[in-house]
């Protein structure tokens, strides 16, 4: 990531914490059948089931009935999963699950530190296939248009409660660039739309926080649904790897070095020029970063490339590099004297400074590191 976000409180962070109580003080508790009565510790819960149970709703029915539905879905699903806790006769494989829970939500840790081992479904399905079936089930729909949690009764998750988080959460984060490229604009409070919300560790995967917001991140289209898409920037299945975590307080400064290969800057290519990404001790971290967002070139065994770098575009489109080159060019080539190469001079000096103003714009980044390679390489040289 070129920078992390701040991370907000708010209204919406109560969905998980009703997550957590059926976890801690239901599900893992469960002896006998479930009644209304599992639900005493937490008495607004208690009134949403009770008020969800008595909506009407024929499951059998091919009648359209989205409200009956999401109500019937809700309620039911506490039941399933209670029943399949219930089942659990290994008190350590509860004990593992306790772990899973607290791991799997604390997504900076899965992020930072490999020792911290989470669960995926098809591990928990190798374990307990029924357990899995239901929560994959129940947690799978929990974010998006099928969720029970647009419901009045919850707030409204998608009409409400993502765009009032969204509104706040971009008051906080006014940047109005993408953290994940740092190409894109990100769509702030002043437009009419929002940018979709990506699940860094996809929800498809990891169960159990799937409406943990310090796992949901809004993100440009290009970098959710044309890059990351449902990728895992931990790895775990495959390997496990370090990740930016994307509310991390501290980041490391991610550091651009150009190299020009060619003198043929009005028409260059990828092959003319090179472009190295690093940040200090967080070289696992950059990497996965690349692999996630395409962010560096990916090269097949014979070296012919498989994909460019986002960041090539900087440089090759013809109105950048070669208008970035030519703007500093024609004051050198129009200067008469050496007053005028030192106007030239200053004129360069002031481009550049410019550039430095917003840090997290990579295309300043690039572009001064471009313009830097430019007068170090003598292409600025003109003879009065």
Aim: proline fraction near 4%.
């Amino acid at each position: 990531m070129i920078f992390t976000y701040q991370y907000i409180k708010h209204d919406i962070e109560k969905l998980q914490e009703i997550l957590d109580f059926l976890f801690y003080d239901v599900w893992l508790v469960a002896e006998g059948p479930f009644d209304i009565e599992k639900l005493n510790g937490n008495k607004d819960l208690k009134d949403i089931y009770e008020e969800l149970g008595n909506i009407d709703y024929d499951p059998t029915s091919t009648k359209k009935n989205q409200k009956g539905k999401s109500a019937y879905f809700f309620n039911s699903s506490i039941e399933n999963i209670y029943n399949e806790f219930a089942k659990i006769n290994d008190d350590n494989f509860k004990l593992e699950l306790i772990d899973f829970y607290s791991i799997n939500n604390d997504i900076e840790s899965l992020c930072s530190n490999k020792l911290k081992t989470p669960i995926t479904y098809p591990e928990l399905k190798a374990r307990n296939p029924d357990l899995e079936g239901a929560l994959y089930n129940f947690y799978s729909k929990l974010y998006g248009n099928e969720s029970p949690f647009n419901l009045d009764i919850f707030g409204k998750l998608n009409e409400v409660l993502i765009l009032s988080h969204y509104n706040s959460f971009m008051m906080a984060n006014d940047s109005g660039i993408c953290p994940f490229c740092g190409i894109y604009p990100i769509d702030g409070n002043y437009v009419s739309t929002r940018e979709a919300y990506d699940h860094y560790l996809p929800k498809a995967i990891y169960p159990f926080n799937s409406i943990n917001f310090k796992n949901l991140s809004p993100m440009c289209y290009k970098c959710n649904s044309g890059n990351k898409s449902t990728n895992d920037p931990i790895n775990h299945i495959k390997g496990r790897k370090l990740a930016f975590y994307p509310y991390a307080n501290n980041h490391s400064e991610i550091e651009f070095q150009f190299e020009l290969l060619s003198k043929n800057v009005k028409s260059i290519t990828p092959s003319e020029y090179t472009l190295s990404i690093s940040a200090p001790a967080k070289n696992e971290e950059i990497e996965t970063w690349k692999r996630i967002f395409k962010t560096d070139r990916k090269y097949k065994a014979d070296g012919s490339i498989e994909y460019y770098s986002r960041y090539d575009e900087l440089i090759c489109n013809k109105h950048k590099a070669k208008e970035w080159f030519e703007d500093i060019f024609d004051y050198y080539e129009n200067a008469k004297s050496i007053s005028d190469i030192e106007d030239a001079d200053k004129y360069y000096e002031k481009v550049v400074k410019a550039t430095t103003r917003n840090p997290k714009l990579v295309e300043n980044t690039i572009k001064r590191k471009f313009l830097e390679e430019c007068k170090m390489k003598g292409l600025f040289n003109i003879n009065p």
